[in-house]
């Protein structure tokens, strides 16, 4: 946003080498970095010393600089010309919020408004924090009233209750056709991973949302503030359940098996294929389910290489047979044909094993 039109616009460098324009009423410390940096441009200052000044994002010896300025003009003026120069910024922040509002419709600019190098979102928030902390002039919380929508809530804040209502009533319904009118699946969806991530954000820098938002989310019908961790959870138990119930390792559950009209079969393919986006909380509970593995195919496969080893041991010979023995000697005869056709030719570590242990036997893997 542009302030010359009000200020009638920025004076003309009466040497356009020396002199430096910085915005009209700008905090000092971004005149001053505005200085530092031109300095930098003169190869008066080191880029480094004007980077450090920038990173520290806030006035420098600004008592002694007021020390100095109190020694030179006295105390009464210099408080009268600080009280002053205070109220010209605020009136012309107010000014700006005022127009601003008219285009946007809200106070909420974001960061990069600025007026004459001043950031009005930041200004923003901190007539916010002053007025809910009580801090704020009453005069000038009286003209911030006369804005229509002026509140001393956080963007957030605001952002949470305009949808809360509608999130809340929505659950509620049970007509699909009303609650996509009242608020889209869509739109609730992003509303509500919005305010997951929020609190996350918040949590992991030992804060929380505020305790009236919490209270009024636990109100909403199924809400959840983890629904991929509860699911998950839901899964496990079902599966302990089935253990427990059927005496079964969940390495026997076929791939589309269903107990108890739970597809068990597919949660555990998906589990093994989705390893890389699972929690090293959410891999523990897995791996404490009775036979659990990461790759039943590989480990089915060394099971079976290993009952053939061990014919070899027992009967000095690796040739199950498919017709005389019990079904788990026909079902290694039939493991051993199928890989001696399937893995013939071939250098990789399954051919490797087998064709070592039919070496031993006097059998050849070509």
């Not at 010309?81 to 946007?104: C, G, I, P, R, T």
């Not at 509140?151 to 949470?160: I, K, L, N, R, Y």
């Not at 427990?244 to 597919?266: C, D, F, H, L, M």
Request: glycine share 8%; with cysteine.
């Amino acid at each position: 946003m542009d302030r010359g039109a009000y200020q009638g616009g920025p004076l003309d460098l009466l040497d356009p080498t020396y002199d430096v324009q910085v915005g009209f009423l700008a905090e000092p410390e971004a005149a001053a970095a505005d200085i530092l940096d031109h300095l930098v441009v003169l190869r008066l200052l080191e880029p480094a010393a004007a980077e450090r000044y920038r990173a520290l994002d806030a006035p420098q010896a600004e008592e002694t600089a007021r020390r100095w300025i109190r020694e030179r003009i006295g105390e009464q003026a210099a408080r009268r010309l600080e009280y002053s120069a205070q109220n010209d910024a605020w009136d012309s922040m107010f000014e700006v919020l005022v127009d601003y509002e008219a285009d946007a419709g809200d106070c909420y600019p974001t960061d990069e408004v600025c007026v004459d190098g001043r950031n009005l979102g930041r200004w923003c928030r901190k007539q916010r924090g002053l007025q809910r902390t009580g801090r704020l002039r009453a005069d000038r919380a009286e003209r911030l009233a006369t804005i229509t929508t002026w509140s001393s809530q956080t963007a957030h804040e605001a952002g949470f209750w305009a949808s809360y209502d509608r999130y809340l009533r929505r659950a509620e319904l049970t007509d699909p056709r009303e609650r996509e009118q009242l608020l889209s699946s869509r739109d609730a969806t992003v509303w509500a991973n919005s305010l997951r991530r929020r609190r996350a954000e918040l949590i992991s820098r030992g804060d929380d949302l505020p305790g009236d938002q919490l209270e009024a989310m636990g109100k909403v019908t199924g809400w959840s503030w983890d629904p991929h961790q509860e699911a998950h959870d839901a899964k496990v138990a079902v599966m302990q359940q089935f253990c427990a119930a059927t005496g079964r390792p969940v390495s026997s559950i076929k791939q589309r098996e269903e107990w108890n009209g739970q597809s068990v079969g597919i949660w555990l393919n998906s589990w093994r294929t989705r390893r890389d986006v699972l929690l090293t909380s959410q891999e523990a509970e897995l791996e404490a389910l009775p036979g659990w593995t990461w790759d039943q195919r590989g480990d089915q496969w060394t099971s079976m290489l290993q009952q053939l080893a061990n014919l070899g041991v027992a009967r000095g010979h690796i040739q199950p047979s498919l017709t005389l023995g019990d079904e788990r000697e026909k079902a290694l005869a039939r493991w051993k044909r199928n890989n001696k056709s399937r893995l013939q030719g071939r250098g990789d570590g399954k051919a490797l094993q087998l064709r070592a242990l039919l070496a031993q036997y006097g059998e050849t893997l070509p």
